[in-house]
């Protein structure tokens, strides 16, 4: 049988976790970042052998809590910005490649919201992880503002 191999996300280091937090909130050229961090929480309920630690789970969910919530502030997340986003994409050859980008950006970002959304319940639910994280994790959902 063939050795384990392990994902890119067992190998992160906290100060790494830390840095892609960081260029997420700071710039969109860093947007694949979310998608990082998001494995890392779903694979906190994946299996018990290869789990992340708490500090790392935690550093991810603050750094994916504060990039979400500061979309909701600054207006560029919420289902109706999804919804006009999906309903552009379908709308094809209209000449309209920048539009097209931007909607592909936002219906992104939407489903990568809802994936945090499902990391949370997950973590919440889940019978291996401590039930103190789970606590945190309860009271980090994020709230539109």
């Not at 290869?50 to 750094?63: E, F, G, R």
Request: charged fraction near 25%; include cysteine.
């Amino acid at each position: 049988m063939a050795p384990k191999k392990k994902s890119h996300n067992a190998l992160l280091s906290l100060e790494s976790i830390q840095r892609l937090g960081e260029e997420l909130r700071g710039s969109k050229a860093h947007i694949n970042n979310a998608a990082i961090l998001l494995s890392l929480l779903l694979k906190a309920t994946d299996d018990e052998e290869d789990s992340v630690s708490t500090q790392s789970l935690l550093q991810a969910l603050i750094s994916l809590q504060t990039f979400f919530v500061s979309l909701f502030g600054k207006g560029e997340l919420s289902l109706e910005i999804y919804e006009e986003a999906k309903k552009r994409l379908r709308e094809e050859g209209d000449g309209k490649e920048k539009d097209q980008a931007q909607a592909i950006y936002q219906t992104w970002i939407w489903e990568k919201y809802n994936e945090l959304i499902d990391a949370l319940l997950r973590i919440i639910i889940s019978p291996s992880l401590d039930s103190s994280l789970q606590v945190c994790f309860f009271f980090s959902f994020p709230q539109p503002t």
